[in-house]
């Protein structure tokens, strides 16, 4: 009940500040590197501290709301890196642009500022707000637009030298980001390169905190060190490692939880501390434990193989670990299922980024599609269900057949078409029959004269037979070329025009189509389909390149043209 009443309260708020009771009030920003674990003049209590003296220093009043997981009493604090920004973009064909924000926070204050909910924003400087030039545009125009954004650190007048003064800033902000990712970049390949461990060392060493030292963990350490053992002589099973590893207190190292989204999105001072919890292991940790060179002393190099580590000492040598290695890739037994399941839409689907099959399963009754896609592929959606994408089809076919005015209009182009060819088709004409007529003649001239030409040696009998059957096949493709006429044009106009009709009436039938009937439609015109967020792409099969042209021009005519078409999420309806 209690939870009832929050609810509409911050209903009641939104109603609020949609109806602008809130338009001459500030909102406070607050943002935190990801990098920048160590710098305190950046941390959020500073920012908060900072801003809001300055507003009340500059008479500027705070929005007294609270609004769970955006702001507190008038505050708005995330951690996020505002360097890093997605590439994902759409330009419609009226000249919108579209990007994603990835700052979840930052993404529903502009939402606001854009809709005059509130006056502005008070920050500590610009590359707080932003170190990216994508948001630096959206902030840009909305301080064009009226939006009163005010920075503690500086003061920028609406001259030219305070527009240069700002894009100093900003240019500088985003060289700030840029060098300090190069200096990552470049210490972690020298480190690399002299065999230090710059990442996290497995279970059975200690992390503390410099990659120069990775100890050995005095408790779990030797239990590995037996587990290479006692597999190595080939009697134990990786169950059998597992059991007695539990036998003797042998637990993953403890770590926190995965955070919510919740607890991702909520202020600093509501952040709940995450007990770090061990669990016993299973044969999958004694497997990867086992495959593992980082315990014959190696760690990854700059160039990902295996180099000696100056960071770590050995818990197996090199012999011991080969041989388990074998014993291993004996019992390794791929599974290959005789019979798949019968699962429409099955290899058709993918991922448009990384080319990733999207597999088909069942789960409660629904089939869904999961793409394990290549790290760091762009694609959010990973999984999806089959309503999603027969919708999308549905979208496709209800655009890939011609309406009534489409039709009249390709008529009377088609028309037209072959009017303008017919002047050209009567000068074809009297030219392929000036060529029959020489060819006619020298036809007629062997044949009178084949004795002649035979005794004065001009020709041979071989000669002779295969220059009259070469002026003969001249004189057949002529006539041939002569009879085609705009009849093959028309003729071909009709078949688009019946396979239009055909697509027009499958609509209908794909709506009440069960999932295997909707599959068998679907790959009568589509090769392949591809995902990408919340859009479908696709290839047609041959035959249907005339509409796969037609629906792009509906869809997204300033899309070039390349081997995937690409859907919208919704098409503009007839």
């Known amino acids: 009940m209690k939870m009832s009443k929050k609810q509409q309260t911050e209903q009641e708020i939104l109603k609020d500040?949609?109806?602008?009771?809130?338009?001459?009030?500030?909102?406070?920003?607050?943002?935190?590197?990801?990098?920048?674990?160590?710098?305190?003049?950046?941390?959020?209590?500073?920012?908060?501290?900072e801003n809001t003296h300055f507003a009340h220093r500059e008479n500027l009043p705070v929005a007294p709301i609270t609004l769970k997981s955006f702001c507190t009493d008038g505050v708005v604090s995330e951690k996020h890196s505002g360097f890093k920004e997605g590439d994902d973009l759409f330009i419609s064909d009226d000249g919108v642009v579209q990007y994603r924000i990835d700052r979840p926070k930052f993404q529903q204050l502009l939402q606001h500022l854009s809709r005059g909910h509130f006056k502005g924003i008070v920050c500590l400087c610009w590359d707080r707000i932003s170190r990216n030039k994508g948001d630096d545009t959206v902030i840009r125009k909305l301080m064009r637009r009226g939006v009163d954004v005010r920075f503690v650190y500086a003061n920028y007048d609406k001259s030219s030298a305070g527009e240069l003064h700002m894009d100093i800033d900003g240019m500088f902000s985003q060289h700030h980001s840029?060098?300090?990712?190069?200096?990552?970049?470049?210490?972690?390949?020298?480190?690399?390169?002299?065999?230090?461990?710059?990442?996290?060392?497995?279970?059975?060493?200690?992390?503390?905190?410099?990659?120069?030292?990775?100890?050995v963990d005095p408790e779990r350490g030797p239990i590995i060190a037996e587990m290479f053992e006692l597999y190595a002589t080939g009697d134990w099973s990786l169950a059998d490692i597992a059991r007695h590893a539990k036998e003797q207190g042998f637990t993953t190292v403890?770590?926190?939880?995965?955070?919510?989204?919740?607890?991702?999105?909520?202020?600093?001072?509501?952040?709940?501390?995450?007990?770090?919890?061990?669990?016993?292991?299973?044969?999958?940790?004694?497997?990867?434990?086992?495959?593992?060179?980082?315990?014959?002393?190696?760690?990854?190099g700059p160039d990902g193989t295996y180099i000696d580590s100056s960071s770590h000492e050995p818990l197996v040598d090199d012999d011991t670990f080969n041989q388990v290695q074998a014993i291993l890739s004996k019992k390794k037994v791929s599974v290959h299922y005789t019979e798949k399941l019968d699962h429409p839409m099955r290899g058709m689907v993918r991922c448009a980024h990384c080319q990733r099959v999207y597999t088909p399963y069942t789960k409660k009754g629904i089939l869904y599609f999961n793409s394990r896609?290549?790290?760091?592929?762009?694609?959010?959606?990973?999984?999806?269900?089959?309503?999603?994408?027969?919708?999308?089809?549905?979208?496709?076919?209800?655009?890939?057949?011609?309406?009534?005015?489409?039709?009249?209009?390709?008529?009377?182009?088609?028309?037209?078409?072959?009017?303008?060819?017919?002047?050209?088709?009567?000068?074809?004409i009297e030219r392929m029959e000036r060529q029959k007529k020489r060819v006619r003649e020298q036809l007629a001239y062997l044949r009178s004269n084949r004795l002649s030409l035979l005794t004065s040696g001009a020709y041979t009998p071989e000669s002779i037979?295969?220059?009259?059957?070469?002026?003969?096949?001249?004189?057949?493709?002529?006539?041939?070329?002569?009879?085609?006429?705009?009849?093959?044009?028309?003729?071909?106009?009709?078949?688009?025009?019946?396979?239009?009709?055909?697509?027009?009436?499958?609509?209908?039938?794909?709506?009440?189509?069960?999932?295997?009937?909707?599959?068998?439609?679907?790959?009568?015109?589509?090769?392949?389909?591809?995902?990408?967020?919340?859009?479908?792409?696709?290839?047609?099969?041959?035959?249907?390149?005339?509409?796969?042209?037609?629906?792009?021009?509906?869809?997204?005519p300033t899309e070039n043209r390349t081997p995937i078409s690409w859907m919208r999420t919704m098409c503009p309806s007839r």
């Open 373 to 428: 896609c290549v790290k760091g592929c762009e694609n959010a959606m990973k999984n999806c269900n089959f309503d999603f994408i027969a919708d999308k089809i549905r979208s496709l076919l209800e655009n890939l057949y011609f309406t009534d005015d489409e039709l009249a209009e390709f008529e009377a182009r088609t028309n037209t078409d072959i009017s303008l060819l017919e002047e050209k088709r009567n000068k074809d």
């Open 178 to 215: 840029r060098v300090t990712s190069e200096k990552v970049t470049i210490s972690t390949r020298n480190s690399r390169q002299k065999g230090k461990c710059t990442y996290r060392a497995p279970i059975g060493y200690l992390n503390t905190g410099s990659m120069d030292h990775k100890p």
């Open 465 to 556: 037979v295969e220059e009259q059957s070469s002026l003969e096949v001249e004189l057949e493709a002529l006539q041939e070329n002569e009879q085609t006429s705009d009849v093959a044009m028309k003729e071909l106009m009709k078949d688009i025009i019946t396979l239009s009709e055909l697509i027009k009436n499958a609509v209908p039938i794909y709506d009440f189509a069960n999932p295997h009937e909707k599959e068998k439609i679907t790959r009568v015109i589509f090769s392949e389909l591809y995902i990408a967020q919340d859009m479908l792409g696709y290839k047609v099969k041959k035959g249907f390149e005339a509409f796969d042209i037609r629906i792009s021009a509906i869809c997204d």
């Open 17 to 49: 500040i949609a109806n602008g009771k809130y338009k001459d009030f500030y909102l406070v920003y607050n943002r935190k590197s990801t990098d920048e674990a160590d710098n305190q003049k950046n941390s959020i209590s500073y920012q908060k501290s």
């Open 254 to 300: 403890p770590m926190r939880r995965r955070r919510t989204k919740e607890e991702m999105l909520a202020e600093e001072d509501e952040n709940v501390e995450i007990e770090k919890v061990s669990r016993p292991v299973t044969e999958n940790h004694i497997s990867r434990i086992l495959t593992n060179q980082f315990y014959t002393g190696k760690v990854i």
